[in-house]
């Protein structure tokens, strides 16, 4: 199964964010807190060059908690980096006391030649479906920016002033043109960030599967009331009431089920990378 999907906005997206990267002073770069590796697109680390960062997992409340230190850890070692939960607000006032640390520095400078009172400007970049709109909410406290729970609801960049002392521009989400890791991308689709309408649902539903019996065999068991072996789309299919004529099972509404549940952490919660 080899997920790949680059729609045509996204060239453009790519084009006029970096147009845009001369504009801002530091990068609010969101990744997914169950993927902290597969979720960071490559393509955005080439373009942002030593521009300053700061790494935000979001949606930590869906991600195992014990291997979100273990990452976090891990990454504090190249740039700054926080979990948070823009469903939760875990964490979120943390997000303008780093921004507003992470560039003492040059506010400090600007200040000696004479220049400052501005906002500082910072850029939101990441992948589709990451939750960004609804991190910005949070920041500003109402409903600044859309939302929506499919890849590519944000269509256009925006201003948004989140903070008297900060301006932070929202983009588009951002994939790459090819998953070198064919795993990248079923990760990425169990998660939601490509959209069910490119890929075979019940075959990723069966990687998905496979993958959950392997790392978390405990917690799907228990989820599903299934005790003993292996789940697979019949037996959940029989226990969610997923049924055709003749009593026989409809795997794809089995599938559908399955991978919502999984998204919205009602299985297991789960780090994949």
């Known amino acids: ?38 979720s960071r697109n490559p393509l955005l680390q080439s373009l942002l060059g030593k521009k300053p960062k700061l790494l935000v997992l979001n949606k930590a409340d869906l991600a195992d908690s014990a291997k979100t230190e273990q990452w976090l850890l891990r990454l504090g070692t190249e740039s700054p980096v926080i979990a948070v939960s823009a469903q939760t607000r875990a964490g979120i006032n943390r997000i303008v006391p780093l921004l507003e640390k992470i560039m003492a520095p040059k506010v400090e400078r600007l200040a000696l030649k004479g220049v400052g009172g501005r906002p500082l400007r910072a850029m939101v970049v990441g992948i589709p479906n990451i939750g960004k709109s609804s991190l910005i909410n949070q920041l ?38 090819k ?76 599938a559908q089920i399955f991978l919502r549940e999984f998204r919205n952490g009602k299985i297991a919660k789960v780090t994949m990378d």
């Not at 269509?155 to 900060?166: E, P, Y």
């Open 140 to 177: 500003t406290g109402g409903a600044q920016a859309k939302t929506g729970n499919k890849p590519g609801v944000t269509k256009g960049n925006q201003w948004i002033r989140i903070h008297s002392k900060v301006e932070l521009l929202d983009t588009p989400g951002l994939l790459w043109p």
């Open 1 to 38: 199964m080899n997920i790949q999907w680059f729609p045509g906005h996204m060239t453009k997206a790519k084009r006029k964010l970096e147009e845009q990267l001369r504009w801002v002073d530091v990068v609010l770069e969101l990744g997914d807190a169950r993927l902290p590796l597969s």
């Open 179 to 254: 998953f070198d890791d064919p795993e990248v991308g079923r990760k990425l689709a169990a998660t939601g960030a490509i959209r069910d309408e490119v890929f075979d649902q019940e075959e990723l539903a069966n990687w998905l599967l496979g993958w959950l019996n392997l790392n978390y065999p405990q917690e799907l068991q228990v989820h599903y009331g299934l005790a003993g072996g292996e789940l697979n789309l019949e037996n959940i299919g029989q226990k969610r009431g997923c049924l055709l004529s003749g009593g026989r099972i409809d795997t794809l509404k089995a």
